[in-house]
């Protein structure tokens, strides 16, 4: 046999036997995983509230697709406010898609905490379907939710979005101006401006940093977004502009940069 | 001519023969205790020259009191203020034919009404003004102080001017009235004396055994007696004793808001009002009158209820409501006239309103600001016969608006405006007791009643069901429906198309909790088998989180709609919930309850079969096999009971041949897609006996596949 052949064989061999064992252990972790989640659920149809806890907490350990199933089923079997607040941070953490419906039923809890809860899941998840969701949320009666749903709306760039978003901010839905300015388009940049002397300031400003910093803005809708914030010249939109180039001067482009300095200058101590 | 009457006609003849006979040449003194009442024919007499003076003029001028204390008249026929001067009146001012009578502290003046010039007046010392009434240039006056037995009273005729006669009396007296040449004076509630108008000299008296008579006056040309309690025709019927034995009206016993009296008392301690007094503002109005027939009628068929700033016309039988009207600003007095009512309010208005439409006929702006007017009787010259009013009456409308008005001193007459807007027949009745019902700022006790109205609609399901499409949005700036009087009405109109609307309410955290125990009863009544998933989920959703006490209640209300539902179906979920220590406990009982009824019902047979084509549960996942039969979702003590009945004597000889002696057995099994698991067993002496039978048995599969934990009790039977 050629040496080189002998090698080979030699080689494979031993390849073989690092290899069964390896197939072996992930058999193994498999199974162990299925009985872990078998446990977790045993616990989970427990009545006893520290045991449910128990499984819920197991399963997220566990951190597998197959715990998320479980979880959702158990939530929807009924739970006591605490233990279903702990299956939505368990869910979240575990960021499986098939949890979507069920952040989607929970925005619609009528406990205004849950309902905050499943909007930072879908943040998280960031789900298909979840645009008509968060609309409907925008409505609701519990103002941190409707702020929830405003930051969420941004956090997903849900430019269909963008007209709710105006009318939530009408409506006093402060936090909306930083979703408007993560969402919209060039075009509406006018529109928003239309709003400084409107509601105050520090309300609008996330909105303004969003499209300072946006690529996808155009450079001169940018330049007209300092030109018109220096025209305020007020010692706030100063110290904003201080704070942007403080913060993130490297994100300009290199004539707004430019602008946001000289507005800076030129606006009155 | 009755038994009765020839009776008391006989004994007046012999009491008056007796008279003569014993040689009494003097007639008693008026109001003598010692005086023949019911005396025959002294009393038709009396009643003759009554009705003979019944036809009066008088004259067409109101007199009243403005807001600075000045007494002032208004000429009805001119349209026009009359006079005005200063004056401390007490009370609000009597009319008695040419005077206008008024007291100032002590004295009692009379003014006269077409010039304001004082006419007479005189010290009342301790006494008070009861009434007056006149004619032309006579006055007759009668005064009180104290009460009962304690009560001073005086009458006082004045003519011209001038004092004619006086009489004292040691009773209390009411409000008298001139007719002619006769005065009559109610006195000491049961009697009424007819004296010559010339002398004072009585000349007659009935006497009442049966009835309060505290007034005598004139209307449309006739003269009744009569109190509060109702009135009659001064009539001979009344020689037997009762008002009730002559033409009488009795006004309806229901309680009008205000319980304004329908005539005043006149033997109380105050039997006149203030002139800023409620009287001027709540009171009830209304003109006598005698048909062909001789029963007494009230013009254009209506008592008039005034309340501060409305009118409502009523039957004056069953106080069925003709029409209403809503005022700017406070009334401050109102008299039915033969056509209409004329009223006059705090800024110095007059408006004359047609008796069958409530439509003004005509106003005036030119009288001054006032506290009270009082108005003359029978004036057919300040009718509205000008001006025929052919308005159709919308009493909905009328209805609506009173209801609506924002013045919280007028609840009374708004509740009493809802009450009568929920027995309209309208459809569009049901939007104005919705509007009513969701209003925020109206008074709660308004709301309340409206939304209790709108509960019972049986008409209107448009509104309804419109209503409920709205929802809750803050950013729409909408609020939700009343859902829970909505739910109700739809099952009153038994509108099945509420259900789906009633459906998206369940699940939406914008429509607030307080309906939803209604909500829920209502899918029930409804019988839409659409619902059952959403009652579902929300029973075992919230069966452990009761987010407050409305919504706590609610769920106690779902196990009886799912049955009304689902029939025998509901059982899996409802023992879910009942087996649920986390669950709350009045969801667990209401559970229990529910599975108890279902029992009931299959050992009567009379459990009703849901629909085959009904909604599960788990309707999603099965679509695809809706005509198999469906196992079932969870492993429950009732399919275990069945599951162990082959085994059912083994088991009981294990705890019965237990020692030491046991009653029961406590087995907790874990099964998963028909295996047996796990089967723990207290006492754990009956384990190696317990746990073999039970794995022998097969247990079925279960359609949402997974894990049941249950435990089931084996009693020692």
């Excluded at chain 2, 009379?606 to 809706?626: F, H, I």
Aim: charged fraction near 20%; proline fraction near 7%; aromatic fraction near 6%.
């Amino acid at each position: 046999m050629a040496p080189k052949r002998c090698a080979a064989l030699a080689f494979a061999g031993a390849l073989a036997l690092v290899a069964q064992p390896a197939a072996a252990r992930g058999n193994s972790k498999a199974e162990r995983v299925d009985k872990d989640v078998l446990a977790a659920q045993t616990l989970l149809q427990s009545q006893d509230h520290d045991e449910i806890e128990t499984g819920i907490q197991s399963l997220g350990l566990l951190g597998t697709p197959a715990a998320v199933d479980p979880i959702i089923k158990r939530v929807r079997a009924g739970l006591p406010p605490d233990l279903l607040e702990t299956s939505i941070v368990t869910l979240m953490a575990l960021g499986q898609p098939q949890a979507a419906p069920l952040y989607f039923d929970l925005v619609e809890y009528r406990r205004p905490e849950i309902r905050l809860r499943a909007i930072e899941a879908i943040v998280a998840l960031k789900p298909k379907g979840a645009e008509p969701v968060l609309q409907r949320a925008l409505s609701d009666g519990d103002q941190k939710v409707r702020s929830a749903a405003a930051l969420a709306l941004g956090e997903l760039h849900a430019t269909s979005s963008i007209e709710l978003l105006f009318q939530a901010l009408d409506r006093g839905t402060f936090e909306a101006s930083q979703a408007i300015g993560q969402a919209l388009q060039s075009e509406q940049v006018p529109r928003l401006l239309g709003y400084l002397g409107q509601i105050p300031f520090h309300s609008l400003a996330p909105a303004f940093t969003e499209v300072l910093q946006r690529k996808d803005v155009a450079e001169r809708d940018k330049l007209t977004v300092v030109s018109r914030l220096q025209d305020v010249g007020t010692r706030e939109v100063k110290d904003y502009f201080a704070d942007l180039n403080r913060a993130s001067a490297d994100k300009l482009p290199p004539p707004v940069h430019r602008a946001v300095l000289r507005a800076m200058q030129e606006i009155a101590d | 001519m009755t038994g009765h009457a020839k009776c008391a006609a006989w004994a007046s003849a012999l009491l008056s023969l007796t008279f003569q006979l014993v040689g009494c040449a003097s007639a008693p003194d008026a109001f003598a205790v010692r005086y023949p009442d019911n005396l025959e024919p002294e009393v038709s007499e009396m009643i003759a020259r009554a009705q003979k003076g019944a036809g009066r003029d008088i004259p067409a001028i109101a007199a009243g009191v403005t807001t600075s204390g000045n007494v002032f008249a208004y000429d009805l026929g001119a349209k026009r203020v009359a006079w005005q001067v200063p004056g401390k009146t007490r009370f609000a001012p009597l009319l008695a034919g040419q005077s206008v009578v008024i007291q100032e502290g002590t004295r009692i003046v009379g003014l006269d009404i077409k010039t304001g010039a004082a006419r007479f007046q005189f010290d009342a010392g301790e006494m008070h003004l009861v009434g007056a009434d006149g004619a032309g240039d006579r006055s007759v006056l009668t005064l009180t102080s104290g009460q009962g037995t304690y009560a001073k009273s005086r009458v006082v005729f004045m003519q011209a001017g001038v004092r004619r006669w006086t009489h004292d009396l040691n009773t209390p007296v009411g409000v008298p009235a001139l007719t002619g040449d006769t005065v009559l004076v109610p006195w000491s509630n049961q009697y009424l004396s007819g004296l010559d108008a010339a002398n004072g000299d009585e000349y007659a008296r009935l006497r009442l055994r049966k009835g309060v008579v505290s007034h005598a006056f004139v209307s449309n040309g006739h003269v009744f007696v009569g109190s509060q309690n109702g009135i009659a025709l001064l009539s001979k019927e009344l020689l037997v004793g009762a008002l009730t034995n002559a033409p009488h009206y009795d006004p309806p016993q229901e309680e009008l808001p205000g319980r304004p009296a329908f005539l005043r008392d006149a033997y109380s301690t105050a039997p006149l009002p203030t002139p800023d007094s409620a009287h001027s503002r709540v009171r009830l109005s209304w003109q006598s009158d005698l048909t062909a027939a001789r029963q007494i009628s009230m013009a254009g068929d209506s008592v008039y209820l005034i309340f501060y700033r409305f009118v409502f016309a009523l039957d004056p039988r069953s106080l069925e409501l003709r029409w209403a009207h809503t005022h700017d600003v406070d009334l401050v007095g109102a008299r039915a006239e033969t056509d209409g009512i004329v009223i006059a309010d705090s800024q110095g208005a007059l408006t004359y309103l047609a008796a069958t439409s409530g439509a003004p006929l005509w106003r005036e702006q030119n009288g001054p600001p006032s506290v009270s007017l009082e108005f003359p009787s029978d004036q057919r010259a300040i009718g509205g016969a000008n001006t025929s009013s052919v308005v159709n009456v919308d009493l909905r409308k009328q209805l609506a608006a009173a209801a609506l008005d924002p013045d919280a001193r007028l609840v009374p007459m708004r509740l009493l405006a809802v009450k009568l807007l929920a027995k309209l027949p309208d459809p569009a009745a049901t939007a104005d007791l919705l509007t009513l019902c969701e209003d925020e700022r109206t008074t709660v006790g308004i709301r309340k009643a409206a939304c209790n109205a709108l509960r019972e609609r049986s008409v209107g399901n448009e509104h309804v069901l419109r209503a409920l499409q709205r929802h809750g949005s803050y950013l729409a700036a909408t609020s939700a429906p009343p859902v829970g009087a909505l739910a109700k009405a739809a099952t009153t109109q038994k509108e099945a198309r509420a259900a789906p609307l009633l459906i998206a309410h369940l699940r939406d955290p914008n429509t607030p909790t307080q309906g939803l125990s209604e909500l829920v009863q209502a899918l029930g009544e409804l019988g839409d088998q659409a619902a059952v998933p959403a009652l579902t989920q929300f029973f075992l959703l919230y069966h452990a989180d009761p987010v407050d006490e409305h919504l706590a209640r609610a769920l106690t209300h779902v196990p009886d709609a799912l049955v009304r539902l689902q029939g025998a179906a509901a059982h899996d979920v409802l023992q879910r919930v009942a087996d649920d220590p986390l669950g709350a406990e009045t969801a667990r009982n209401a559970a229990q309850k529910a599975l108890g009824k279902l029992e009931e019902l299959a050992k009567t047979g009379t459990l009703p079969e849901p629909d085959p084509s009904a909604a599960d549960p788990a309707a999603d996942e099965a679509a695809a096999a809706p005509k198999e039969k469906r196992p079932p979702d969870h492993i429950t003590v009732d399919i275990i009971k069945q599951v162990l009945l082959p085994v059912h004597d083994p088991l009981q000889a294990c705890i019965r041949e237990a020692k030491p002696d046991v009653f029961q057995a406590r087995a907790v099994l874990v099964i998963e897609d028909g295996q047996v698991l796990m089967v723990s067993v207290l006492p754990e002496q009956l384990q190696s006996c317990i746990e073999p039978l039970i794995r022998s048995q097969q247990f079925p599969l279960t359609h949402l596949s997974q894990r049941d934990r249950i435990t089931y009790v084996i009693k020692r039977f």
